[in-house]
């Protein structure tokens, strides 16, 4: 493959990067979301309601799209509070009709879409011997096609408005390195969204849309408390002792808080971050180094 691929408009990205940020910007300019609308999906809880948070927080409207719609419109009301622009909305990020309908609704109640956070996933604890087809399918269609099918009609929504925009993967140290046994179709599912991340900051650059992925090392989640406490094991592996040993190589000494992702999603969705596109930043307490 070429380094430079002839369909890209490098002039074009040129000058919708210099449009955006100048060196007098003031620092709460910079993190400033003000006018933006963000979808986050799976945001009811955990990581992606963090993210909400953290995006509203800055200004931006911001549609939570989760399977799980009463939850979706609980947590939109709380973060309402104060007079910010929070909706939740049902929706299964592996099913296209579902997703455009997202986009859609997001466009009709916002005007727009500028910031597409990427977060919906699932991480069903099963050993190879014991992982059927479906549940091989089902972890890619939600954790790969969902990225795909958002990624698509949101990309195609910020090339009409002209204005650019911000997608944000949320991956794993498991796009990278396996973190435990039991999540060979996870792992698989994370490192396509690294590869997928790449390929569409590649191809979206010319349009002023930055891509990026944030990887989370272990982060503690109602979902990690579920795997945790129903977590179908490999036989003869003590999933109370693979805790222990994870927690143990993690040189800060704590798990994540949902909110350690929450300030880096917003860090990637603002001026902040005016030169990052194709990038994974892990958030792990310096796991992986061990
Ligand atoms: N918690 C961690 O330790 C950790 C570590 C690395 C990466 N991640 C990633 O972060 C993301 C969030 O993880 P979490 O721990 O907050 O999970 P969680 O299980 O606590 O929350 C996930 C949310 O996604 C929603 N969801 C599930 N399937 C969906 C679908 N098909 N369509 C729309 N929404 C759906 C759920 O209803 C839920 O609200 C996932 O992509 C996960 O792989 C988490």
């Not at 104060?82 to 099913?95: K, Q, S, T």
């Not at 929504?157 to 140290?173: L, P």
Request: aromatic share 4%; charged share 20%.
């Amino acid at each position: 493959m070429p380094r430079s691929p002839h369909w890209l408009d490098r002039g074009r990205a040129r000058s919708v990067a210099e449009g955006v940020v100048t060196e007098s910007a003031r620092i709460d300019e910079l993190v400033s979301l003000d006018g933006r609308t963000a979808i986050v999906t799976g945001g009811a809880i955990g990581i992606g309601e963090a993210i909400a948070r953290r995006l509203a927080e800055a200004g931006a409207a911001v549609m939570i799209g989760d399977i799980d719609g009463e939850a979706a419109a609980e947590t939109a009301a709380r973060l309402s509070d104060g007079g910010r622009r929070v909706l939740g909305m049902e929706v299964d990020v592996a099913d296209v009709g579902q997703v455009q309908a997202l986009i859609a609704e997001t466009r009709s109640r916002f005007g727009g879409v500028d910031i597409l956070v990427n977060n919906a996933g699932i991480f069903p604890n099963q050993p190879i011997h014991a992982m059927e087809p479906a549940d091989f399918d089902r972890v890619i269609a939600v954790n790969l096609r969902g990225i795909f099918l958002c990624t698509k009609y949101a990309a195609e929504a910020m090339v009409e408005q002209g204005r650019g925009g911000r997608i944000i993967n949320i991956t794993s140290i498991d796009a990278l390195h396996p973190s435990m046994i039991g999540l060979a179709h996870y792992d698989a599912s994370k490192h396509g969204a690294w590869g997928f991340t790449k390929t569409s900051a590649l191809e979206l650059a010319q349009h002023g849309i930055w891509v990026n992925a944030i990887a989370p090392g272990g982060v503690a989640t109602p979902g990690v408390a579920a795997m945790q406490a129903g977590s179908a094991t490999p036989e003869g592996v003590d999933p109370q002792a693979t805790i222990e040993a994870f927690l143990a190589s993690i040189p800060m000494g704590r798990m994540g808080d949902p909110d350690d992702i929450g300030r880096t999603a917003l860090f990637l969705a603002s001026d902040l971050a005016s030169y990052f596109t194709g990038s994974q930043i892990v958030v792990d307490g310096g796991a992986l180094l061990t």
